[in-house]
């Protein structure tokens, strides 16, 4: 399974420049970008939520594609690369949904707001993708497993996006939005929505790369461990027949 | 890829008109929910969006329950042995399980509709009616297609019976929302105002990108 899995100089260095993005993207968010007129400080949590809901959109449709892929050539390591993608985008996608909960509950003083379609459907399509692991789970054959996840990666690749527009039609009204495009903000605040979607793009990299990594280094183990067993087997065998010669 | 549709199709409504074992207890299903709503709510009808609610609830849960049993014959009984050794094309036992799926989904609300006019329903039926067959057909069309792909691929998991709806489900909402939207006026009192057109393009444009998807993948479900 390709070249050194363990994690290198590399990677150690991705994971440095991660947590310096994001401690340059908190910065900016608590020093630098203005209090918004309407809803003060709590309009900083925009600069978590957002990227936190595009990356993990923009995740599963990629995983879709990882998917697609797979199926083309039938390698394992795409297929495990959409998982570890999917798996991602879902933790992803949940922080999204408590941030944005939170952001309901300040400013519209409820947890759960049905008219604010963005959350809806972040729900929706949870409930979705929390379905993918125990379905892998429940299918022992490898192949079929891997053609099985990638099916349903396609499908929720398509679904997610046709949810959002389903949902975001279902609403009689929509609620101001405080982001119609970054393009609408003033500059200070769309740098500083640009740097935090960066870091957070950044961070999704850096644990997929270590995911990645780890899940690699898991197999090895897991077949060192058959060999190592394979050949303590072979050892004893012929112990055993030397004894009764 | 006619020929081989025409007999499978034949296939499956032979089966079931021999055994009777899924549509009934779909229609059934239907009307047990129309009964425990009725409890539920505590309502001895109900008119508008409470009304096309109710309904299409109980339409997508008589679905899931006759997808759950769709492609067990097959899975367990070497139907799809049999069919892969046939030199036709795949994609022939998708059209064939969706139209039979269509099938049974018509047959339902051809009893269920009455049943739900009868029981639960306040204002007539009749001045909706011919809107409301075309509303639940296109509603149908896109069902028909979702059980059919999520019951091809949880057939053969353990536990097929629970990942069948909990896959399916989220994938049905945009059906719900576009069919209980463009069902709602049918089944108000006053005069009745024709589906909103957005409601209507929206079923169908779901439609014809879910035969796009099931079309494309449903090949890679049946490979051994």
Known sequence: MGSTPTVGKSARLQGVATIALMALSLALVFFYAPLEAEQGFLQKIFYVHVPLAIISLVAFVLAGLLAVQYLRTRDAVWDMRAWVMIDLALAFAVAALVCGSIWAKGSWGHWWVWNEPTLVSFLIVILFYAVYRPLRAAVEDRERQAAYASVYAIVGAVFVPLNFLAVRFSSAYLHPRVLGASSQLPGPMALTFLVCLAADALLFATMFRYEMSLRRLRAMVRALRRRREAARAAAALTEQRRSAA | ?224
């Not at chain 2, 047959?107 to 009455?114: H, I, K, L, M, R």
């Open chain 2, 1 to 224: 890829m006619r020929r081989s549709v025409a007999a499978l199709l034949r296939k499956d409504l032979r089966v079931e008109l021999r055994t009777l074992a899924v549509l009934p207890g779909m229609v059934l299903f239907s009307i047990s929910i129309f009964v425990l709503m009725h409890f539920a709510l505590n309502r001895s009808s109900v008119e508008g969006d409470l009304a096309a609610g109710i309904l299409w609830v109980a339409l997508l849960f008589a679905a899931l329950l006759g997808a759950n049993r769709l492609f067990v014959a097959d899975a367990d009984q070497g139907g799809f042995d049999g069919f892969l050794l046939a030199p036709v094309p795949r994609s022939a036992l998708l059209v064939a399980k969706v139209t039979t799926m269509l099938a049974f989904l018509a047959a339902v609300e051809v009893v269920a509709v009455p049943a739900f006019a009868l029981l639960l329903l306040a204002p007539p039926l009749w001045p909706g009616l011919g809107w409301l067959v075309l509303v639940l057909a296109l509603g149908d069309v896109g069902v028909a297609l979702i059980v059919t792909l999520v019951a091809a691929l949880a057939v053969r998991t353990r536990a097929r019976d629970l990942f069948g709806p909990l896959i399916a489900l989220p994938l049905l909402l945009p059906i719900v929302i576009g069919g209980a939207r463009a069902s709602s006026p049918l089944l108000s009192f006053g005069h009745v105002s024709t589906p909103a057109a957005r409601w209507l393009a929206m079923l169908t444009l779901y439609d014809l990108i879910l035969g796009l998807i099931a079309f494309a993948l449903f090949d890679f479900l049946l490979e051994e």
